[in-house]
């Protein structure tokens, strides 16, 4: 059993394309937005997953093509700040480049990021994005290993 | 919420004396009923605004508090510069100065039938809405500063609307205070080509017949009859006020423990007024409050633009236009003597009485019109401040109904096209593109906002004027 399962609303196993078993990501409610976690093997894998969880809230992920590349370069303090921005990091280039992404690959060096992000631009009739997200917050943010030893990522964020 | 967490005032004033670091007392205005359905999220956040350095008075929830980010959504708290008062980004929120204005079409129901589908269809065709939306103004630098630093009123100079526009627009259109320079590059980005476009989630575009008058002399003053259709526009400060609300709230957050400021939530980050952090704030907060300003007159004129092409001589005026999310600098008595305080309001709506020089010179005697909208399919209402209000909550009231699901909730109950079609049936149009975001905006997922508004009128927050039923709703 999933270590969140009474907690989350829906879990939606995803084949990843790097092929890391065990990483899956998953959405939780809160009462005006939507809460992304993301699950994984290693600390950078799960920060893949909340990465997937958050394109997951405008629109299907499989329906993303990844077409174009962005790169993403953060570095905070501790994990709990860095998924924040590596969060928002990714919100910016959506919203400058009116893109969703579909494919990560990270690398964390101590509390420093680095990760390539694949994707297109929106297409809405192909998309049908529900909502565009303001930003990353700091509620519900949590960093840390599962009961069986994964490692989990989620914050809240607003849309 | 569990009743016994508080001390009943009235029937809709409940308190929760200070306990643990609360400095001041904290307030929840609602009927039992809505306090009952509240999460208790509320309590533990409007109880930790009550720590925050400064506070004045008391931290204040009104009766559409829901669960936000540090403040609870539909919460108010004022603070004091001089007693080390602070500011909080997250106190402001995301969309900065979101919020709703509302025009007289001069058309009644009868008249806006025939031609109600055509208008519908044009809006939605003209008004840029949803994700990757974009506007048809892009501005360089030079005019992006100038629309930071002028708001509405740089909206006016281009030609977008009047000055009569800006006489009904909180701050005259503009806010001062604002500085470009602590507005980053990102942010500045994000919005060179959103101004004039309605953003997604709850911000939409709505026809509305007015159905219902109950205070007949404020009414009149507001120029609203029964059978009439006015146009309603909610949304915000797009792109540019989200990516100050992210940057600021992050330096906060860093900079907290150096203040000396002990964060009771990560979400409640802030800084002292007097601070350099502070002040950056305040000026990039004041920018994106005239970002949101601009925005709302830009699609005031793209309203018009569709109305005078399908209704040749048409002319819409401004009613009012208020913000939501917001720290404002204001005079208020407090304990017999005046003091100038930050007053930080989010998700609720400023909602001055009678008297306050802040009003138009013709609605001064009145009151300031206080819109609270509501979600596709049930009501809105228009409001006037009170002087009671100003006593019991530094002149705010509710905003809207207020969530009382989640969007993942809403859509495992209703599919957007079984409510596009339902809605239709009761005569109201709905045009979005996104069906997925329909059905998070479900009106079954909001509180009754009728229930919300009425605890506002009974709390002396503000007073009920007229109710508007929606006609067609154009949802980013």
Request: glycine residues 10%; negative net charge.
């Amino acid at each position: 059993m999933r270590p969140f399962a009474s907690f989350a609303v829906s879990v939606f196993l995803i084949e990843k394309w790097n092929d890391v078993a065990n990483a899956y990501w998953e959405h939780f409610p809160h009462q005006a937005d939507i809460g992304v976690r993301g699950v994984g093997p290693t600390l950078a894998a799960a920060f893949e997953q909340a990465a997937l969880a958050m394109t997951a809230v405008v629109c299907d992920p499989a329906l993303v093509v990844p077409d174009e590349s962005v790169e993403i370069v953060c570095e905070e303090p501790d994990e709990e700040l860095l998924l924040v921005d590596w969060l928002n990091g990714l919100i910016l280039e959506m919203a400058i480049r009116r893109m969703l992404f579909s494919h990560f690959a990270l690398t964390l060096d101590g509390h420093r990021l680095r990760a390539t992000a694949w994707g297109e631009r929106v297409d809405v009739a192909r998309h049908q994005p529900a909502v565009e997200i303001k930003g990353a917050t700091y509620t519900e943010l949590k960093v840390g290993r599962t009961d069986n030893g994964l490692w989990f990522a989620q914050c809240v964020v607003d849309v | 919420m569990d009743l016994s967490q508080f001390e009943r005032v009235s029937d809709y004033e409940w308190r929760i004396a200070p306990f643990g670091r609360m400095r001041v007392p904290a307030v929840i205005y609602a009927d039992q009923a809505l306090l009952l359905e509240m999460d208790q999220k509320v309590y533990e956040q409007i109880t930790n605004v009550a720590m925050l350095p400064g506070i004045v008075k008391a931290a204040y929830a009104m009766p559409d508090a829901h669960w936000g980010y540090g403040f609870p959504i539909g919460g108010v708290a004022a603070f004091d510069p001089d007693e080390g008062g602070v500011i909080s980004a997250g106190g402001v929120g995301f969309d900065i100065s979101c919020g709703v204005r509302t025009l007289h079409t001069g058309l009644n129901a009868v008249d806006l039938a025939p031609i109600k589908l055509k208008l519908a269809d044009r809006l939605f065709a003209k008004i840029p809405a949803g994700v990757g939306s974009t506007g048809r103004l892009r501005l360089d630098a030079a005019e992006m500063d100038a629309m930071l630093r002028g708001g509405a009123k740089w909206a006016v100079k281009r030609g977008y609307g009047t000055e009569a526009d800006l006489d009904r627009t909180e701050e005259h259109g503009r806010m001062p205070g604002a500085d470009p320079d602590k507005v980053s590059e990102h942010a500045k980005r994000r919005q060179r080509d959103e101004v004039g476009t309605l953003g997604s989630g709850n911000h939409y575009l709505e026809l509305q017949e007015i159905v219902e008058v109950y205070d007949v002399k404020a009414a009149e003053r507001f120029r609203l009859v029964p059978g009439e259709v006015v146009v309603s526009i909610h949304c915000g400060s797009r792109g540019l006020g989200h990516q100050i609300g992210t940057e600021f709230l992050k330096q906060m957050v860093i900079a907290a423990p150096g203040y000396g400021i002990q964060l009771p939530d990560r979400e409640l980050a802030c800084a002292p007024l007097a601070s350099p952090l502070g002040q950056d704030y305040l000026g990039a907060m004041r920018a994106a409050v005239n970002c949101a300003l601009a925005n709302r007159q830009v699609i005031t004129h793209l309203t018009r633009e569709v109305f005078a092409e399908i209704l040749p001589g048409s002319h819409l005026t401004l009613i009012y236009d208020v913000s939501h999310n917001t720290c404002k600098q204001e005079q208020h008595v407090v304990d017999g003597k005046p003091r100038t305080l930050f007053v930080h309001r989010k998700g609720a709506t400023r909602a001055f009485g009678p008297g306050h020089p802040a009003l138009p010179q013709d609605l001064r005697d009145v009151g300031q019109p206080v819109l609270i909208g509501g979600s596709m399919g049930t009501a809105s209402y228009i409001l006037v401040g009170t002087e009671q209000g100003m006593e019991r909550s530094f002149g705010s009231a509710c905003h809207g109904a207020g969530r009382a699901m989640s969007r993942h909730q809403a859509t495992r109950q209703w599919h957007g096209s079984d409510l596009v079609r339902d809605l239709a049936s009761q005569g109201i149009l709905i045009r979005s593109p996104s069906l997925r975001g329909v059905a998070e905006e479900a009106p079954g997922a909001y509180k009754d906002v009728s229930a919300v508004v009425e605890a506002a009128d009974r709390a002396g927050l503000a007073r009920k004027v007229a109710k508007l039923k929606p006609l067609a709703c154009i949802k980013g």
